[in-house]
């Protein structure tokens, strides 16, 4: 009974100690903050969408990386190593909670988005404009939640764009980027070039439009082949859509088809292997890594930047719904670095940052419809 006295006394002190040292005026911790984020169907580790948001939340602002199902902190020199020059003095960490949901079929997008809501998310991402239905779905049953949607603006029935008060969308200029790459291509190739589309969609049309545009800008005589896998998450699709265009003749090949482009640019890496004169260009990432020797250079896509601003507004209470859109002048779109050898590659980079010039000034607009490319 003595014991459980002086036990019940310590007790009492202790609060009465915490009561008194704590003042009603004294700051608060800042709330830690959650940012949700659901894959589309093609997911992590596809090497170029997928990943590209899940480094702007991950890497960028949770400064965290995903090992087997965990985060362990970033090094400074992988940090580094996500970033391009021009951003190392922008990008910081955010202290953010990342929570990644993947969906393996398009009926889990509403649910995860559900999910992330019901788990207390400050901010959930929908990545691809696969998700545009169930953003808007969930975003109307949750009007104190905050969105954002990438790669496409909020639709109504008549399919024209409307805005709600708790979404931020973002679509990007991605023809501007792909008019880079697409001139590049004209420059390096004699003949032929080609293009792996993933679904024949409006989106798609656009990477193929710029394309078009750009090969024609700097090689008028070269003929664009075109092959569309119907898919984004078809790697076997994507490397014999490839495989057709190499016997056809093409040498250089840029493919904007999620991870059925795996597959396109596995079969360049496998053609250059035997003996042929052909590149592949990545989208979205850069996927040099991939292989080395083979890619010519990347479209980027910069989501990663449009995932770590909006979790930056987040932070500094300054996020708020509308539409974005992001194209060359905005860093939103871009090329990776042309690290292969070429005869005369200083001059051919001089060439394309002359258009770069010429699109972000106006002078030079791109079509976003491969049948307005003349």
């Given at each position: 009974?003595?014991l459980?006295l002086?036990?019940l006394?310590?007790?009492?002190?202790?609060?009465?100690?915490?009561?008194?040292?704590?003042?009603?005026?004294a700051?608060?911790?800042?709330?830690?903050?959650t940012?949700?984020?659901?894959?589309?169907?093609?997911?992590?580790g596809d090497?170029?969408?997928?990943?590209?948001?899940?480094?702007g939340l991950?890497?960028?602002a949770?400064?965290q990386?995903?090992?087997?199902?965990?985060?362990?902190?970033?090094?400074?020199?992988?940090?580094?190593?996500?970033?391009?020059p021009e951003?190392e003095?922008?990008?910081?960490?955010?202290?953010?909670?990342?929570?990644v949901?993947?969906?393996?079929?398009?009926?889990?997008y509403?649910?995860?988005?559900?999910?992330l809501?019901?788990?207390?998310a400050?901010?959930t991402?929908?990545?691809?404009?696969?998700?545009?239905?169930?953003?808007?779905?969930?975003?109307?049953?949750?009007?104190?939640?905050?969105f954002?949607?990438?790669?496409?603006?909020?639709l109504?029935?008549?399919?024209?764009?409307?805005?709600?008060?708790?979404?931020?969308?973002?679509v990007?200029?991605?023809?501007?980027?792909?008019?880079?790459?697409?001139?590049?291509?004209?420059?390096?190739?004699?003949?032929?070039?080609g293009?792996?589309?993933?679904?024949?969609?409006?989106?798609?049309?656009?990477?193929?439009?710029g394309?078009?545009?750009?090969?024609?800008?700097?090689n008028?005589?070269?003929?664009?082949?075109?092959?569309?896998?119907?898919?984004?998450?078809?790697?076997?699709?994507?490397?014999?859509?490839a495989?057709?265009?190499?016997?056809?003749?093409?040498e250089?090949?840029?493919?904007?088809?999620?991870s059925?482009?795996?597959?396109?640019?596995?079969?360049?890496?496998?053609?250059?292997?035997?003996?042929?004169?052909v590149?592949?260009?990545?989208?979205?990432?850069?996927?040099?890594?991939?292989?080395?020797?083979a890619?010519?250079?990347?479209?980027?896509?910069?989501?990663?930047?449009?995932?770590?601003?909006?979790?930056?507004?987040l932070?500094?209470?300054?996020?708020a719904?509308?539409?974005?859109?992001?194209g060359?002048?905005?860093?939103?779109?871009?090329?990776a670095?042309?690290?292969?050898?070429?005869?005369?590659?200083?001059?051919?980079i001089?060439k394309?940052?002359?258009?770069?010039?010429?699109?972000?000034?106006?002078?030079?607009?791109v079509p976003?419809?491969?049948?307005?490319?003349?």
């Amino acid at each position: 009974m003595k014991l459980r006295l002086l036990l019940l006394a310590a007790l009492a002190l202790s609060a009465c100690k915490k009561e008194t040292t704590a003042s009603p005026d004294a700051p608060k911790p800042p709330k830690g903050l959650t940012v949700g984020l659901v894959t589309d169907v093609g997911g992590r580790g596809d090497q170029s969408f997928n990943d590209s948001a899940l480094r702007g939340l991950e890497l960028w602002a949770a400064n965290q990386k995903s090992v087997d199902g965990k985060y362990v902190a970033l090094s400074p020199d992988e940090r580094k190593a996500s970033l391009i020059p021009e951003l190392e003095a922008r990008i910081v960490p955010l202290g953010i909670k990342p929570i990644v949901v993947q969906s393996k079929a398009q009926e889990d997008y509403q649910p995860n988005l559900q999910l992330l809501v019901d788990q207390g998310a400050d901010l959930t991402v929908g990545t691809g404009f696969m998700l545009e239905n169930a953003v808007e779905t969930v975003a109307k049953q949750n009007p104190q939640a905050k969105f954002l949607l990438i790669d496409s603006p909020i639709l109504d029935a008549k399919g024209a764009p409307q805005s709600l008060p708790n979404v931020r969308t973002i679509v990007f200029r991605e023809e501007e980027g792909s008019f880079l790459v697409g001139a590049l291509a004209g420059l390096v190739a004699k003949e032929k070039v080609g293009f792996v589309g993933g679904m024949e969609i409006p989106l798609i049309k656009k990477f193929e439009a710029g394309y078009r545009a750009g090969v024609k800008a700097t090689n008028p005589k070269a003929t664009v082949l075109v092959q569309y896998t119907g898919s984004f998450d078809n790697v076997a699709a994507g490397k014999q859509a490839a495989q057709d265009l190499i016997a056809k003749g093409c040498e250089v090949i840029f493919q904007a088809a999620g991870s059925d482009g795996n597959g396109a640019i596995q079969a360049i890496k496998e053609a250059r292997a035997a003996g042929k004169q052909v590149y592949a260009i990545g989208t979205d990432s850069d996927q040099s890594h991939l292989a080395p020797e083979a890619v010519l250079t990347s479209m980027l896509k910069r989501v990663d930047l449009a995932v770590w601003q909006a979790t930056s507004d987040l932070k500094d209470g300054k996020f708020a719904g509308g539409d974005q859109t992001m194209g060359l002048k905005e860093g939103g779109v871009g090329y990776a670095p042309v690290r292969v050898e070429l005869t005369d590659k200083a001059a051919l980079i001089a060439k394309l940052e002359a258009l770069r010039a010429k699109i972000i000034a106006g002078e030079l607009k791109v079509p976003t419809n491969p049948a307005d490319v003349q």
